[in-house]
């Protein structure tokens, strides 16, 4: 049983393009996680949910928007793409806020290619 | 946001060889774990180190948490081609919510162990 997935896996689109990039957990966690992956490896935090609510929005462009219908979802909604977008996205859960007890986990990722 | 440098970038052994790899930062961090990515996947956390002087073993990895908080090192003995893959540290810190909490990540050291 997947505990974090993620579709797609693969997104190959134009610049100027919106998208969207879902995730759901089957943990019963409360919180939710967007990271972006670069080319050169580096994970960074986008965004984190907690019971449905926005907790982090680190310095990312607001064409980028969250959305989190329920607690076992946050979707990724990117408007007018650009070509700096292409990155490796990824959904993560914890139980809470805790980070002496929880563990991240994380989904395998969304490859955005933004041509 | 605090910066965490990892090195070597990228390292190459064989089988049978121990290494060590390093995370350091000039921040402390209330703490700080380990992960470990494969390619396509998520990242998978390995440990959470929390005190100053703290060593944790897990099997043939050996984690160490700097006494000031700030370094953390990760010692692998006798390499297997299974331990291949990317070591991402990543600091604990306050995160922008109330009550939240942030992992910052470091670029990561890409380990090829080869038979």
């Known amino acids: 049983d997947t505990a974090v997935s993620q579709t797609p896996k693969y997104l190959v689109t134009q610049m100027g393009n919106d998208k969207s990039i879902k995730c759901e957990q089957n943990l019963g966690h409360d919180t939710m996680y967007w990271y972006k992956q670069d080319s050169k490896k580096f994970l960074k935090i986008m965004f984190s949910?907690?019971?449905?609510?926005?907790?982090i929005n680190e310095t990312v462009p607001n064409r980028f928007s969250p959305k989190s219908p329920d607690k076992a979802h946050l979707n990724l909604h990117i408007n007018s793409l650009e070509l700096g977008d292409s990155a490796v996205y990824f959904c993560a859960s914890s139980q809470a806020l805790d980070p002496f007890t929880d563990t991240q986990y994380f989904g395998p990722g969304t490859r955005l290619t933004v041509l | 946001t605090q910066l965490l440098e990892q090195s070597p970038q990228f390292l190459s052994i064989q089988e049978g060889e121990n290494l060590t790899v390093y995370c350091n930062s000039s921040s402390v961090f209330s703490s700080l774990q380990w992960y470990r990515q494969e390619p396509g996947e998520g990242p998978v956390l390995l440990v959470t180190v929390v005190t100053g002087g703290e060593v944790k073993k897990l099997k043939r990895l050996t984690f160490q948490f700097g006494d000031a908080r700030k370094d953390s090192s990760l010692h692998i003995t006798a390499a297997q081609t299974g331990d291949t893959g990317l070591y991402l540290c990543a600091g604990v810190e306050k995160g922008s919510g109330a009550g939240s909490y942030q992992l910052t990540f470091g670029k990561g050291t890409k380990l090829s162990v080869i038979p």
């Open positions: 949910y907690n019971n449905k609510e926005l907790i």
